[in-house]
């Protein structure tokens, strides 16, 4: 697989994300995916309750870089929010085959992203 592929599907996943667009991941990633978060390996629908769970506070993802070798890519991003952590840089190892992601590992600063998991972990403000 050409480097500039992988790298389209790679960026095509953290804008889908970033704009809310839960629909396109279906199309990005394998059945079989697994995704690697602090220990925690998730299927496809797994992360994709995941990833839901994130956009009440996602603003958007700021790709920074991109870098790719053969089916590989890394994607570095700023995971930008409404609450007190801001941007939170992100880093996402991804293995791609043909067109689809079997592979994420996400990399974060847990530190950095604890006013985000606050933000959804609070109490819902009463209804008027």
Same mark, same amino acid.
């Given at each position: 697989?050409?480097?500039?592929?992988?790298?389209?599907?790679?960026?095509?996943?953290?804008?889908?994300?970033?704009?809310?667009?839960?629909?396109?991941?279906?199309?990005?990633?394998?059945?079989?995916?697994?995704?690697?978060?602090?220990?925690?390996?998730?299927?496809?629908?797994?992360?994709?309750?995941?990833?839901?769970?994130?956009?009440?506070?996602?603003?958007?993802?700021?790709?920074?870089?991109?870098?790719?070798?053969?089916?590989?890519?890394?994607?570095?991003?700023?995971? /930008?929010? +409404?609450? @007190? *952590?801001? #941007?939170?840089?992100?880093?996402? %190892?991804? !293995?791609?085959?043909?067109?689809?992601?079997?592979?994420?590992?996400? /990399?974060? +600063?847990? @530190? *950095?992203? #604890?006013?985000?998991?606050?933000? %959804?972990? !609070?109490?819902?403000?009463?209804?008027?």
């Amino acid at each position: 697989m050409q480097d500039s592929s992988v790298e389209t599907t790679a960026r095509s996943y953290i804008e889908a994300v970033g704009s809310h667009n839960i629909d396109a991941l279906n199309d990005l990633f394998d059945d079989d995916l697994a995704a690697t978060f602090a220990g925690t390996t998730l299927d496809k629908a797994g992360w994709i309750t995941a990833l839901e769970r994130l956009l009440p506070v996602l603003i958007r993802n700021d790709v920074r870089e991109v870098f790719t070798a053969e089916n590989r890519a890394c994607v570095v991003y700023d995971f /930008v929010t +409404d609450t @007190a *952590a801001g #941007a939170v840089r992100c880093i996402e %190892l991804l !293995a791609i085959s043909g067109d689809k992601i079997r592979e994420i590992e996400l /990399v974060l +600063d847990r @530190a *950095a992203f #604890a006013p985000v998991n606050a933000a %959804l972990n !609070a109490p819902a403000p009463p209804s008027p």
